[in-house]
């Protein structure tokens, strides 16, 4: 259903320096996220509240999900280590593993990103500068980006749009409470019962919303 979100990123994927910007190596926040489809005539809906823990230089990730899924509730945990190659998925008391290829990317605006100029979000004294990119993400779909000024840049919010695999897609993602640094480094420690969990996996629009902020190459466990 979101096949192109597999493709798209929290900020698209950079390998190395960008003439841009990148995130901060290590931070943590939340994601409130809305995301609808047209498949078959048949119209699909995703809301979301997400938690995320960035760690680039411990080449780490952690996600807590709360969504609802045509209208359905689901929370699933999704852990990424990039030093031991596993991905671990927690839904309800089920975990089951992936394996990981390739390195951790940094989460940087492409180079292939065009600006689409500054501009300033509320009034007066209290204001927040704040720059817009247009993403190309793929031949039919697009991503406009905004983030704080400067490098690092932190993400304020995404708006996708556009037609992967001829399936008519919006998504729209605004990030909020962002900290720098991990609070807790447990967080990214798998529960016990991940221990020796064969590979399933998930539903394929389960694993597109999650995958999305990920960026990972997955193979059978």
Not at 182 to 211: E, H, R, W, Y
Request: aromatic share 8%; net charge neutral; hydrophobic share 35%.
């Amino acid at each position: 259903m979101f096949r192109l979100l597999l493709l798209s990123a929290v900020l698209a994927v950079a390998l190395g320096q960008t003439k841009f910007c990148c995130t901060p190596d290590q931070w943590e926040g939340y994601l409130g996220e809305i995301a609808g489809s047209v498949v078959s005539g048949t119209t699909h809906l995703i809301t979301g509240n997400i938690s995320i823990s960035y760690d680039y230089t411990n080449t780490k990730m952690a996600t807590s999900s709360y969504l609802v899924i045509d209208g359905k509730n689901q929370d699933v945990t999704v852990i990424m280590d990039y030093q031991k190659k596993m991905m671990y998925t927690i839904i309800g008391t089920q975990c089951t593993t992936s394996q990981l290829t390739g390195d951790m990317m940094k989460l940087c605006v492409p180079d292939n990103a065009m600006p689409s100029g500054k501009f300033t979000y509320g009034a007066g004294s209290t204001t927040l500068d704040a720059m817009a990119y247009l993403v190309p993400a793929g031949p039919d779909s697009t991503v406009y980006v905004t983030t704080t000024v400067g490098n690092p840049c932190v993400p304020i919010g995404e708006v996708l749009y556009g037609t992967p695999n001829k399936i008519p897609t919006v998504q729209t993602m605004g990030y909020y409470n962002i900290s720098p640094g991990i609070k807790d480094p447990q967080i990214f420690n798998p529960p016990s019962s991940c221990s020796g969990q064969k590979f399933l996996k998930p539903a394929p629009v389960l694993t597109n919303f999650l995958m999305k902020h990920m960026h990972a190459k997955v193979t059978k466990h």
